[in-house]
């Protein structure tokens, strides 16, 4: 008898060791923080789907979250510095065995969403616990700490970026300018483990630098400013908040296999992708919802019975159109500054794609999978190349299809405007940043009528400006000096014109040339403002003094006595003053 009763306690114990076990079978295995433009998400890695309680607490504000039959692994506290709402996440006492307490230290009063998030399709990330605090959306009241509610799980949509909105002159043309992935979306990942988010991101801000600085009257807006997670279709509502009228969204391709590599432009395509490289990319965009949470495209009006089919079939088709004549530009500047994986457009339905009032194009900038071209893709140098290109599509885009009442203006305009049909002298002043008054002046109108193909004079140096390209001699009188410059690999029009501080415009009459093509070893004269004769080159792997020096007309010497070198050997990224010759 009592031999039994030993049994039966033996058995008692196992089955409560292994009833422990399992109630303890959750774990926290890491949290990371992301504080973004307007709030500061936290994700915790769970090992399996969380059961947990959450509550609110004043003097000092704080969030109390209680996982129930979990343990920790991970290290606590975790000091928080760049959120303007939370400064610490640490443990506090539970309030049975089983749970684990994490408390949330905010700076303000605040009512915070606790959600969580499913694994992702691809495997990347497992259950996640996540904790949205907005930045400036302090709760007049906070839930009594009598009452803890049980948390209830959001749908994917209940993540929200509110962008900054611009204030802009009417004559301004806004685009969007899309960062592919950040925060807690990766995106790519190459073979030696670099994020397509960092490489999209630095990109995206060249092009914005580029247009702001370029064109006067297109304004360039990010959709994202740093690593942060934004919504697939939150990027369009910061466009359209913004008043943009196109949106690129850039990004790096990737593929199951190494060998694929090349640029190539998306646009909206209402049928399935017409490539396997386009399903792929779908799938990408898929996986970047999961990581993220995402809401439903048009899901404001998803309820609205009244909207009409009609009018937003109109829309999605003037959208396609219009992505589709930019895409036509993007590709035709891309191809002379990289290679291409496809030099038509490719037609893929995704979700960054689908705003059916802004027409958007999604620029693939190169496979990151492919091991030269993500080391290609965080090279300063190509992302500039790749920044340039796709600015100028962006310009010759709007050229082409002008707003109403707006024309696009850059500095290298060369002092003149060619009138177009339905432009009046008021539109071209307000372009200009003039008085139609001074157009008059300098053009010698008696009255404000214009005819289709006069050239005006758009400034008031125009005149003593024009004349730089005449010759040596003009060049002289005018600061300027003649030079020759010796097309290399890796040229193109827009860098050169950057190097010698004149325009593309400007080279191609210059030189005759129809095109912006250029050929290894052709000799360009160009007329530069003498304080762009002394120039800085940064050299590039395979260049050497000699052809250094053939490409600036000057000798070996003068650049060695300019950079105080001891010798004939550079490093690649090295920095030289060419002297003027």
């Known amino acids: 008898m009592l031999k039994l009763f030993s049994v039966k306690v033996c058995f008692l114990l196992i089955a409560l060791l292994g009833l422990s076990s399992s109630v ?14 307007s709030d500061t998400r936290v994700v915790m890695d769970m090992a399996s789907d969380p059961s947990f309680s959450y509550f609110t607490l004043t003097s000092p504000d704080r969030l109390v979250v209680d996982i129930k039959n979990t343990v920790l692994k991970t290290k606590l506290p975790l000091k928080v510095t760049d959120s303007p709402v939370l400064t610490q996440v640490r443990r506090s006492g539970a309030p049975n065995a089983s749970t ?105 801000k060249k092009v914005v630098d580029d247009l702001n600085k370029k064109t006067p009257n297109i304004h360039a807006v990010l959709t994202r400013t740093s690593d942060y997670y934004v919504n697939l279709n939150e990027r369009s509502e910061i466009a359209r908040k913004n008043k943009a009228l196109l949106l690129v969204s ?102 960054v794609l689908k ?9 693939e900038t190169g496979f990151i999978s492919n091991p030269e071209e993500e080391k290609l893709l965080f090279q300063n140098y190509h992302q500039n190349r790749l920044a340039n290109a796709i600015s100028v599509a962006i310009q010759q885009y709007f050229k082409d299809n002008s707003p109403e009442g707006m024309i696009v203006v850059n500095h290298a305009s060369g002092g003149k405007h060619k009138v177009k049909s339905g432009e009046s002298l008021s539109v071209i002043a307000k372009s200009y940043n003039t008085s139609t008054a001074n157009l008059m002046k300098w053009n010698n109108l008696k009255n404000s009528s214009l005819n289709v193909g006069q050239e005006l004079q758009v400034s008031a140096t125009n005149n003593r400006q024009s004349s730089v390209s005449s010759g040596a001699s003009s060049a002289a009188s005018s600061g300027s000096k003649e030079i020759t410059h010796v097309v290399i690999s890796g040229d193109y029009l827009g860098k050169i014109a950057e190097t010698y501080n004149v325009s593309v415009s400007q080279i191609k009459s210059q030189n005759n040339l129809r095109s912006n093509t250029l050929k290894l070893g052709q000799r360009l004269k160009i007329t530069a403002p003498s304080s762009s004769v002394s120039i800085t080159h940064k050299v590039r792997s395979g260049e050497y003094l000699g052809g250094i020096a053939q490409k600036y ?29």
Request: net charge positive.
């Open 24 to 37: 303890l079978a959750n774990s926290l295995n890491s949290i990371r923080v992301w504080p973004s433009e």
């Open 100 to 204: 684990y307490r994490l408390v949330f230290e905010l700076k303000s009063k605040q009512n915070p969403e606790v959600f969580k998030l499913a694994p992702t399709a691809g495997g990347q990330y497992g259950h996640r616990l996540v904790v949205d605090i907005k930045h400036g959306s302090a709760s007049g009241s906070s839930v009594p700490t009598s009452a803890p509610k049980e948390a209830s799980t959001p749908s994917n949509n209940e993540r929200h970026v509110v962008p900054n909105t611009l204030s802009r002159s009417p004559t301004s043309i806004v685009v969007a300018i899309d960062p592919g992935h950040g925060g807690q979306d990766p995106g790519s990942i190459g073979p030696t483990g670099k994020y397509e988010k960092n490489a999209t991101l630095a990109i995206a």
């Open 250 to 351: 850039i990004h790096a391709d990737s593929y199951t296999t190494s060998g694929p590599r090349g640029a190539s432009v998306f646009v909206l395509s209402t049928r399935r992708a017409n490539t396997e490289i386009g399903r792929w990319v779908v799938k990408k965009e898929e996986q970047s919802e999961l990581l993220g949470g995402g809401g439903l495209l048009l899901s404001k009006n998803a309820n609205d019975k009244n909207v009409s089919q009609t009018v937003l079939d109109l829309q999605f088709s003037h959208s396609q159109t219009e992505g589709n004549k930019l895409a036509l530009h993007v590709i035709s500047q891309l191809r002379q500054v990289t290679r291409m994986h496809t030099t038509k457009p490719v037609y893929a339905s995704l979700a």
């Open 355 to 363: 705003s059916p009032d802004i027409p958007s194009i999604l620029v």
């Open 553 to 581: 007309g000057v000798s070996v010497d003068d650049i060695r006595k300019a950079n105080n070198l001891r010798s004939n050997s550079l490093a690649v990224g090295q920095k030289l003053t060419i002297p003027k010759s």
